[in-house]
């Protein structure tokens, strides 16, 4: 390699230098130009953008994927620009695992076929969350990076530059200050004019990139929306797969299912009229009367003369036997409630269809 020496030798004189400035300025001992409020208020803005975006940008990683060595060969990918291979989610392996001890155990016997659907959502559920993470990353995470990795890689070369138009300012005002003879002055005056033209200039160019930070901000906060949708949607499925779980293994006989208490609706916040199921949770009982008492007969049933509401849908429900009605979200049905019936259900009525109705699947509405 071709080394300037004379070059090499200057940038050492000027470090030297410009590091004696430093510990004059600390002790208060040389003159230093001072930025206005608004740029330090700027300054201020950006370093706090910075740190909590890297804040956000790791804590987001950890979430998407816990595993650290994970994250550091996926890291190590992409800084390499190669593709990360597919990596099989944990929901995927227990699928795999419990479809395998199906197998081996008698597919079959009830608990095998209990492995099998619970298998089946589990790869459900691990595809769901390949799809959540992949979102994330592209809406989420790359745009973050890109902000710490392009943007603010810029914004801090234009800062240093400017860190060294102002020594190279408060340099030419302390040589003034010790020049005696008239043109060591002149000479003196035409090295701070420039120097302060230098430091306006490049003062204004880093402005105006601290000023982009507002755009950041904005560009990030329609990521974050999106970051919100893609995870609303990657449970709202894992809520659906879990339900129809639920239902088919409530069918299955000899099967043991979690019975919950039966509690109201809460009344909703935004409406004293309406009353929302914010959690629908699939009814441990069938609507049917204790046991002990006659089953409801539901072609004998006639709606009440007062006391019939209407409701909207909430969310799909698969009807799982003749006794119930499917539903469709956000579809308008009638319903009412009949002495004896379990507080979870209501009797609901579509056209000429009539059938019993989960309540955490409907807003009642006034």
Same mark, same amino acid.
């Given at each position: 390699?071709?080394?300037?020496?004379?070059?090499?030798?200057?940038?050492?004189?000027?470090?030297?230098?410009?590091?004696?400035?430093?510990?004059?300025?600390?002790?208060?001992?040389?003159?230093?130009?001072?930025?206005?409020?608004?740029?330090?208020?700027?300054?201020?803005?950006?370093?706090?953008?910075?740190?909590?975006?890297?804040?956000?940008?790791?804590?987001?990683?950890?979430?998407?994927?816990?595993?650290?060595?994970?994250?550091?060969?996926?890291?190590?990918?992409?800084?390499?620009?190669?593709?990360?291979?597919?990596?099989?989610?944990?929901?995927?392996?227990?699928?795999?695992?419990?479809?395998?001890?199906?197998?081996?155990?008698?597919?079959?016997?009830?608990?095998?076929?209990?492995?099998?659907?619970?298998?089946?959502?589990?790869?459900?559920?691990?595809?769901?969350?390949?799809?959540?993470?992949?979102?994330?990353?592209?809406?989420?995470?790359?745009?973050?990076?890109?902000?710490?990795?392009?943007?603010?890689?810029?914004?801090?070369?234009?800062?240093?530059?400017?860190?060294?138009?102002?020594?190279?300012?408060?340099?030419?005002?302390?040589?003034?200050?010790?020049?005696?003879?008239?043109? =060591?002055?002149? /000479?003196?005056?035409? *090295?701070?004019?420039?120097?302060?033209? $230098?430091?306006?200039?490049? +003062?204004?160019? !880093? #402005?105006?990139?601290?000023?982009?930070?507002?755009?950041?901000?904005?560009?990030?906060?329609?990521?974050?929306?999106?970051?919100?949708?893609?995870?609303?949607?990657?449970?709202?499925?894992?809520?659906?797969?879990?339900?129809?779980?639920?239902?088919?293994?409530?069918?299955?006989?000899?099967?043991?299912?979690?019975?919950?208490?039966?509690?109201?609706?809460?009344?909703?916040?935004?409406?004293?009229?309406?009353?929302?199921?914010?959690?629908?949770?699939?009814?441990?009982? =069938?609507?049917? /009367?204790?046991?002990? *008492?006659?089953?409801?007969?539901?072609? $004998?049933?006639?709606?009440? +003369?007062?006391? !019939? #509401?209407?409701?909207?849908?909430?969310?799909?429900?698969?009807?799982?036997?003749?006794?119930?009605?499917?539903?469709?979200?956000?579809?308008?049905?009638?319903?009412?409630?009949?002495?004896?019936?379990?507080?979870?259900?209501?009797?609901?009525?579509?056209?000429?269809?009539?059938?019993?109705?989960?309540?955490?699947?409907?807003?009642?509405?006034?």
């Amino acid at each position: 390699m071709d080394f300037n020496m004379k070059k090499l030798a200057s940038d050492a004189g000027i470090f030297f230098t410009r590091a004696v400035q430093f510990t004059e300025e600390k002790f208060g001992q040389a003159e230093k130009t001072e930025l206005d409020a608004h740029f330090e208020n700027l300054l201020a803005r950006a370093d706090s953008t910075k740190n909590w975006t890297e804040k956000i940008l790791r804590q987001t990683e950890v979430l998407l994927q816990p595993n650290p060595s994970a994250r550091v060969e996926e890291f190590l990918y992409e800084k390499l620009d190669r593709k990360v291979p597919s990596r099989v989610t944990n929901g995927e392996l227990l699928a795999q695992y419990m479809s395998e001890a199906a197998s081996e155990l008698g597919p079959t016997t009830p608990y095998g076929k209990t492995l099998i659907k619970v298998a089946e959502a589990e790869k459900r559920l691990g595809a769901a969350e390949r799809d959540f993470i992949h979102t994330a990353s592209i809406n989420f995470l790359t745009p973050l990076r890109n902000f710490l990795e392009g943007d603010w890689k810029t914004i801090s070369k234009e800062r240093r530059l400017l860190q060294n138009r102002r020594l190279d300012l408060d340099a030419c005002k302390a040589r003034l200050k010790k020049a005696k003879a008239a043109e =060591a002055k002149a /000479a003196s005056e035409q *090295e701070l004019r420039v120097a302060q033209t $230098e430091f306006d200039r490049q +003062a204004e160019v !880093t #402005r105006l990139l601290l000023e982009g930070i507002s755009s950041t901000h904005v560009n990030h906060l329609r990521c974050l929306h999106e970051f919100v949708e893609s995870q609303t949607t990657y449970y709202a499925q894992c809520y659906r797969h879990m339900l129809d779980l639920q239902k088919q293994l409530g069918r299955f006989p000899g099967t043991f299912v979690g019975t919950t208490e039966p509690a109201s609706p809460p009344l909703s916040s935004t409406s004293p009229t309406t009353t929302v199921a914010t959690m629908p949770v699939e009814p441990s009982v =069938a609507g049917m /009367a204790p046991s002990g *008492e006659t089953a409801l007969c539901l072609e $004998e049933v006639a709606p009440p +003369a007062s006391g !019939t #509401r209407k409701a909207r849908v909430l969310y799909d429900y698969e009807a799982a036997d003749s006794s119930e009605l499917a539903l469709l979200a956000d579809e308008l049905i009638t319903v009412y409630s009949l002495p004896g019936m379990d507080p979870d259900w209501l009797i609901g009525e579509r056209g000429n269809k009539k059938g019993k109705v989960p309540v955490t699947y409907l807003e009642l509405l006034s």
